[in-house]
């Protein structure tokens, strides 16, 4: 454990001098600006450690360094200081979270928990589950242990869950990918006593339970975890005899911790090492396991440098942690999925980069095959929630994401919940508040929204079934092998999973799509040779940091695009925002573009309203005398990457190990196929 010193009286709360040393750094919480797409670019190149936190002109960022702070200034960017001091909120939190716990008997959570919980906690929640409800809970331990050789721990829930799985449907929830998200954990260990206590009184989750097998992994990464919650707890505020406060904290140990407790590529840490490394703030060292899994691993959004928060790793699936999920996944039919983290208050689906970015096959990787579908559940859930409901491009580029190589590899439907609007772990009352809803979502939340997500599991529309007849005992096994690709090549991947034939030898099985998402026709939008309506309009160049507006006017309905371009003639640097002008005269941004220096400007606005729009050319370091800003109106042309392959699974009947027949199937998305197993039975 790192020593935390002793500091007495007020905590200097700014910014620090250029000489300060690390070591003198309180770990802040910063807003950056960033107004454009490029900014956002320009800053995730910057190793820093950036939250899910974002809008359209800003990301949240933490500073764990003075070296943070100088790399940002460097970079020409500004921010505001949201947090001065991280430990230091810690510690209030605590301070918070204690005052609650001692005036609370029982919390409304399902499981009555008043304070968050620790890594042991976790595990003997686990347990307790399994003793209370032993005919619906059946634990299990994940095949690899952590790297400090840890088991990690889940339970399976649904009625007759010791049985061997018998074709029902496959629901997994899941939190802690990262160590600091601590309500991630909760909300989903939370879902698990929701479902095992209202078993047999609430009639939905009744019926669910006969329905669908629940697979819940509350702690996927234990040892980081671990680190995050023990530091983090220690860091407390103590009554002085003047009533004045004492911080007994210097940094915040490993209580922000992001990553896993990876310190080289390769290599086990030795005892104790990852506890120690904390890096005034713990993040530095360690894999990032939410970049570390297959699909496009290596892409945009993950870093190829060890101390990035976003580190991808040394190899797709090189983590103990991933190297579970995507065993435990390719094993089962999970037809939906929901891997929890903080914080942002959003629900993101795949992709995780933008549509027209030109993927490793040479065409773009476009919305998902799915795009309708995936979108529609996600407002569904976001209706509950109060969350939006986006892509994970739309935050910033991600690559080697849980949901979007489970979504892509196996067709089930996935996605990331950023639970809590502005803290990796608020006070618990705010946990509370997350899960059973509040305000205009009190009595909905996120337990509704996990709800519907389970409901999603069990709904044929949104998923393939594959119904025969085979021999009353015979294990049915279902196999595909194919290559997922990289952003540098591929690695093989396999799909295998097994079911029994229950007494009356009617079997009816509850599968994903036997052709992957990736491998499917995707879309993406290209522009009409000729604009419906073209105005452009001619600026002398303003000084450097101020900006020129235009008024452009739609007047047209149902138009597909607005283009906003900006040339000059300079090879020098302008920017360029795009404004829509409400009723009450207000401006609302809507597009933006800020290109590195001699690339000119573009900005899209889709489906653009009637209206006034408000062209903002910003001269950000332009010696240009004169600019030219064209809007135009386009109708689109959707375009198709085709449908690479028609993939089928491998349907074998098997008995006491031996395969009696093969057949191949292939069954689409809310098709139900007949499998013929007329050799089985002859075989018998």
């Known amino acids: 454990m790192a020593a935390a010193a002793v500091v007495v009286g007020a905590i200097d709360t700014g910014q620090p001098p250029a000489h300060a040393s690390t070591s003198d750094f309180a770990v802040q919480l910063v807003t950056v600006d960033t107004p454009t797409r490029a900014d956002k670019e320009r800053l995730q190149r910057l190793g820093l450690d950036l939250t899910e936190h974002a809008g359209h002109d800003y990301v949240e960022v933490v500073l764990h360094s003075v070296e943070d702070v100088d790399a940002l200034s460097a970079a020409g960017f500004t921010w505001d200081v949201r947090v001065p001091d991280m430990a230091l909120r810690t510690a209030q939190v605590n301070q918070i979270n204690d005052e609650y716990a001692a005036s609370t008997a029982e919390s409304p959570l399902p499981s009555g928990r008043t304070t968050y919980r620790t890594l042991a906690d976790y595990n003997a929640d686990m347990a307790d589950l399994a003793d209370m409800r032993p005919d619906i809970v059946k634990p299990f331990e994940l095949p690899h242990k952590s790297l400090e050789g840890k088991t990690v721990h889940g339970i399976e829930i649904g009625h007759d869950v010791h049985e061997a799985e018998d074709g029902r449907p496959v629901f997994a929830i899941m939190g802690l990918h990262h160590a600091r998200e601590w309500p991630s954990g909760e909300l989903t260990m939370e879902f698990a006593y929701d479902l095992v206590t209202n078993d047999g009184s609430d009639e939905r989750i009744t019926n669910l339970l006969d329905k669908a097998r629940i697979l819940v992994i509350p702690v996927t990464n234990p040892d980081g975890f671990e680190k995050s919650i023990n530091d983090g707890l220690l860091l407390d505020l103590r009554e002085l005899d003047d009533g004045g406060l004492v911080s007994i904290l210097g940094t915040p140990g490993n209580a922000y911790k992001r990553k896993n407790c990876r310190m080289v590529d390769g290599q086990e840490p030795l005892a104790g090492e990852c506890a120690l490394a904390s890096s005034n703030g713990g993040f530095g060292v360690g894999i990032d396991t939410n970049r570390n899994y297959g699909g496009l691993w290596g892409g945009p959004g993950a870093s190829p440098e060890f101390f990035d928060p976003t580190y991808r790793g040394a190899g797709p ?44 096959d040479g065409h773009p990787v476009g919305q998902p095959h799915d795009e309708e579908e995936l979108k529609a559940l996600g407002a569904e859930m976001a209706a509950q929630n109060g969350y939006r409901n986006i892509h994970g491009w739309e935050l910033y580029d991600t690559t080697g994401t849980t949901e979007d190589w489970s979504y892509n590899t196996t067709g089930g439907f996935g996605y990331t919940f950023e639970i809590g609007e502005s803290e990796f772990h608020p006070p618990y009352p705010e946990v509370i508040d997350e899960y059973l809803g509040a305000g205009e979502y009190e009595g909905k939340g996120n337990r509704e929204a996990f709800l519907i997500a389970l409901e999603n599991a069990v709904n044929t529309e949104n998923h393939s079934v594959i119904a025969g007849r085979a021999p009353a005992g015979a294990t049915l096994r279902l196999t595909k092998s194919f290559a997922t690709p990289t952003w540098e090549s591929s690695i093989a991947d396999t799909i295998e ?31 009409a040779d000729e604009p419906l309506h073209s105005e452009s309009f001619e600026g ?14 739609v007047t047209e309905s149902d138009v597909d695009l607005l283009e906003v371009t900006l040339d000059w003639p300079t090879p020098d640097d302008m920017d360029l925002e795009v404004y829509y002008r409400e009723a009450d005269g207000s401006s609302r941004q809507v597009a933006s573009s800020g290109q590195f220096i001699g690339e000119k400007e573009r900005a899209l606005v889709q489906h653009p309203e009637q209206g006034t729009y408000v062209f903002r050319v910003i001269n950000y370091a332009s010696v240009a005398p004169s600019y030219t800003v064209t809007g135009s109106l386009y109708a689109t042309e959707s375009k198709t990457v085709p449908r690479q392959l028609i993939e089928n699974y491998t349907l074998s009947c098997e008995k006491d190990g031996e395969v009696l027949e093969r057949i191949p199937v292939v069954v689409d998305r809310g098709e139900q196929v007949k499998a013929k197993l007329r050799r089985c039975f002859s075989n018998w």
Do not use: C
Not at 540 to 553: I, Q, R
């Open 317 to 360: 699936f090189s983590e103990p942690e991933t190297q579970n999920i995507r065993e435990l996944v390719s094993s089962r039919q999970v037809t939906t999925l929901i891997t929890n983290h903080t914080f942002s208050n959003l629900v993101l689906r795949p992709n995780g980069v933008k549509p027209d970015t030109i993927g490793p």
């Open 497 to 527: 999973t097994t079911m029994r034939v229950g007494e009356k030898g009617k079997f009816s099985w509850h599968v994903n799509p036997s052709t992957r998402p990736i491998v499917m026709d995707r879309q993406y939008d290209v522009l």
């Open 540 to 553: 002398t160049t303003p000084a450097p940091t101020e900006h020129v507006d235009h008024e452009f006017t």
